[in-house]
């Protein structure tokens, strides 16, 4: 290749929108919708993708993929996208949630729609806390964390443990696909985008519920700068949620 020619190696995925992104700098929200632009845009999904998107900060998906998108206020999503499917199975369903909308405000759509074995996919975006409403206490916040509703860190008696919502679902026989995986760095960047493919072609094979949590950094959630907050990700977060494979009925049953 001579000196003058230019080689494109990096390129916004044709389903993430062309706009600046309305998140804070250093948040994970956008890595996670960049890959599901791109797995979505690689199966060749977008034009049949009907997406659901809950409160919080997640819910600006809807503005930042291109594909069609109905609002699910608080935890309701996996209950609407449960109606989708139904009245239009020719669609892909896809619901995106955080950990206070999914694993508090919305405990009982999501197990339900699991234990229904629902051919739909959910991304899980937990960061811990209640990011868009000033940082409070979330189910998945850890013991001893600071957050505005627990100034003096989170403790077990009174405020419960930390739960861990894919490992509860992935037990479920109707679901077909659970994983855990982080934007923590870019090789876990790598297989969390190969778990929300496998749990999108779960949904294509028709084998159930697929969910696929990825663990975040909310930085101005939790008081520090985004560097930090990625060395707290990886020091205090994944230890007590381990990422990998956790659920994986996609073959043919034994
Ligand atoms: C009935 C009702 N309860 C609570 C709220 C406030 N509220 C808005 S977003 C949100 C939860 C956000 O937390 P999470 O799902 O973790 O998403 P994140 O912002 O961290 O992405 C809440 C409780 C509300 N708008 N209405």
Request: neutral net charge.
């Amino acid at each position: 290749m001579s000196a003058t020619e230019l080689r494109t190696i990096f390129e916004r995925p044709a389903l993430l929108a062309d706009r600046s992104t309305h998140y804070c700098p250093g948040c994970g929200h956008g890595v996670v919708q960049r890959l599901i632009a791109e797995v979505l845009g690689e199966l060749e999904l977008g034009p049949r993708t009907i997406a659901v998107a809950p409160v919080g900060c997640a819910v600006f998906a809807y503005q930042d993929l291109m594909v069609d998108f109905v609002e699910a206020p608080h935890g309701r999503a996996p209950a609407v996208a449960t109606g989708i499917r139904r009245v239009r199975p020719e669609a892909f369903v896809l619901t995106y949630q955080g950990d206070g909308d999914l694993a508090a405000i919305g405990t009982a759509e999501i197990i339900h729609a699991a234990a229904r074995g629902e051919r739909i996919t959910a991304i899980f975006v937990n960061n811990g806390v209640y990011g868009m409403t000033g940082g409070q206490m979330a189910p998945t916040t850890l013991l001893g964390q600071r957050t505005t509703s627990t100034p003096a860190g989170r403790e077990r008696i009174g405020t419960g443990s930390p739960l861990r919502m894919t490992e509860l679902l992935a037990q479920i026989p109707g679901v077909a696909f659970a994983a855990r995986g982080s934007v923590v760095d870019a090789a876990a960047i790598g297989r969390t985008r190969g778990y929300i493919e496998r749990a999108c072609r779960a949904q294509l094979n028709g084998a159930g519920f697929s969910i696929v949590e990825v663990l975040a950094n909310c930085p101005v959630g939790w008081g520090l700068t985004p560097v930090d907050s990625l060395a707290w990700l990886r020091d205090r977060v994944l230890p007590e949620f381990p990422v990998g494979l956790l659920a994986d009925r996609t073959g043919p049953p034994g």
